[in-house]
Structures are given as C-alpha cells and as structure tokens.
C-alpha cells in the first residue's frame, strides 16, 4: 500500500476512536443524568445503547488488527495503532461503567440519601475521559500529564466521599438505637449505601480510564511511557 493511503488509513482510525468516543461519552453523560434525576427511562436507554458500543468496539478492534497484519508500519506508526486498540478496550470499559451507573440509577431509593455531591465527582471524572480524548485527537502530550495529574483529585474527591458515608450511617444508627420511635430499617438503608459506593467506585473507574486514555496517546505521541503503570 502506497504511504499516502496508509496515513488516510491511519486517520480514518484516529476519526473513528473519537467518534466512539462521543458514543460512549454521551450514554456516560446520560447515565450520570439518570442518576441525578431519578430517570429510569434515561437509565434503560442507556443499558440498552450498550449493545452499539461493543459492536463499535470490535468493529474498530478488527481494523487495528488489519493495519497490523496487512501492513508494516514504522516505528511511530506502530505505537499509534497499538495504542489506540488499548484505548477502545477503554472507552468499551466506560460504556460499561455508564450501564452500571444507569443501573444504579434504576435501583435508586430515597430513604438513605447521604450528602455527598456524586454530581460534581461524575462530571469531573466525565471531563477526564473527554479531555483526554481531546489530547489524542489534538496528539497533545502536554494534555495528557495535565490529566494524570487530576486523577489524584479525583480519587481524593472518592475517599472523602465513602468516608463521610460510613461516619454517617454510624451516626444513623447510633441516634436510631436511641431512638423510642419507629424502627431503623437496617437491611433497607445498608441497601442504598452500597449502591452509593458502588456508583464513587465506578466513578473513579471512569477516571482512572481518562488517564489510561492520556498514557497511551503520550506513548504514541512522545514514546513516552511514564504514566503506563
């Protein structure tokens, strides 16, 4: 294959990781929505949706395997097209995390609502993912170790979050035992606090997946692996 028409292949591969991942970008945002909300119809389209992207995903796995197997990129080439295999197990991933997200959403109660903004942490770990595949379109290693760097405030944000879960369920149940009216319902409230930290755990997940997202373009980019852990 002549050079010219590899590259075109090469950017037809970049073109379509990004638009997967404003696919997966966008069922996150609406499963973050759902949850917000209440919305079971926005939480059941998104578990549903599910489907297209993992279709999208070995659509474009099978293209990275072609380039690999019917041509012989160069060195740059080669981590260009490795890297970004890795980033649609990634974005795959997140489309994952999102159904999960919309589950919780459909499972949602009221009768244990802790004050914690889970609003403010999804969107910051929703801006990890666009940013970074932001600075794989734009092959911008600056991007990348700006986003690493975030990752921490997004786990601290997580901890801070589970912790004050824990002091007040404690707190519930302490005034609860104390209390002559009606009975706690421990099974009941244990139910929603678990779906609470199960939403903060994929919430750093989703994170977690924007700076694997930033490693492997800065790879690409800089063949550079320092944030590869």
Same mark, same amino acid.
């Given at each position: 294959?002549?050079?010219?028409?590899?590259?075109?292949?090469?950017?037809?591969?970049?073109?379509d990781?990004?638009?997967?991942?404003?696919?997966?970008l966008?069922?996150?945002?609406?499963?973050?929505?759902?949850?917000?909300? #209440?919305?079971?119809?926005?939480?059941?389209?998104?578990?549903?949706?599910?489907t297209?992207?993992?279709?999208?995903?070995?659509?474009?796995?099978s293209?990275?395997?072609?380039?690999?197997?019917?041509?012989?990129?160069?060195?740059?080439?080669?981590?260009f097209?490795?890297?970004?295999?890795?980033?649609?197990t990634d974005?795959?991933?997140?489309?994952?995390l999102?159904?999960?997200?919309?589950?919780?959403a459909?499972?949602?109660?009221?009768?244990?609502?802790?004050?914690v903004?889970?609003?403010?942490?999804?969107?910051?770990?929703?801006?990890a993912?666009?940013?970074?595949?932001?600075?794989y379109?734009?092959?911008?290693?600056?991007?990348?170790?700006?986003?690493?760097?975030?990752?921490?405030?997004?786990d601290a944000l997580c901890?801070?979050?589970?912790?004050?879960?824990v002091?007040?369920?404690?707190?519930?149940?302490?005034?609860? #035992?104390?209390?002559?009216?009606?009975?706690?319902?421990?099974?009941?409230?244990?139910?929603?606090v678990?779906?609470?930290?199960?939403?903060?755990r994929?919430?750093?997940?989703?994170a977690?997946?924007?700076?694997?997202?930033?490693?492997?373009?800065?790879?690409?980019?800089?063949?550079?692996?320092?944030?590869?852990y």
């Amino acid at each position: 294959m002549p050079r010219r028409d590899f590259q075109d292949s090469l950017d037809a591969l970049r073109a379509d990781v990004v638009d997967m991942a404003a696919v997966v970008l966008d069922r996150l945002d609406n499963a973050l929505g759902a949850l917000d909300a #209440g919305d079971a119809d926005a939480a059941e389209a998104v578990i549903d949706g599910d489907t297209e992207i993992n279709d999208l995903y070995l659509e474009l796995e099978s293209a990275c395997i072609d380039l690999f197997a019917l041509h012989q990129p160069v060195a740059s080439d080669l981590r260009f097209v490795a890297a970004s295999f890795k980033i649609l197990t990634d974005l795959e991933r997140v489309g994952d995390l999102a159904a999960n997200l919309a589950g919780y959403a459909l499972a949602a109660d009221t009768r244990y609502l802790p004050d914690v903004d889970l609003t403010h942490i999804g969107a910051r770990a929703h801006g990890a993912v666009a940013d970074a595949i932001a600075a794989y379109a734009d092959r911008d290693a600056a991007a990348c170790r700006e986003i690493d760097a975030r990752d921490d405030e997004i786990d601290a944000l997580c901890h801070a979050a589970s912790e004050h879960i824990v002091r007040d369920l404690i707190e519930r149940r302490a005034a609860a #035992g104390d209390s002559q009216g009606t009975p706690w319902d421990v099974e009941a409230v244990l139910d929603d606090v678990s779906r609470v930290l199960l939403t903060l755990r994929d919430l750093e997940r989703v994170a977690d997946h924007g700076v694997n997202i930033a490693a492997r373009t800065l790879y690409a980019v800089d063949n550079d692996p320092e944030l590869i852990y």
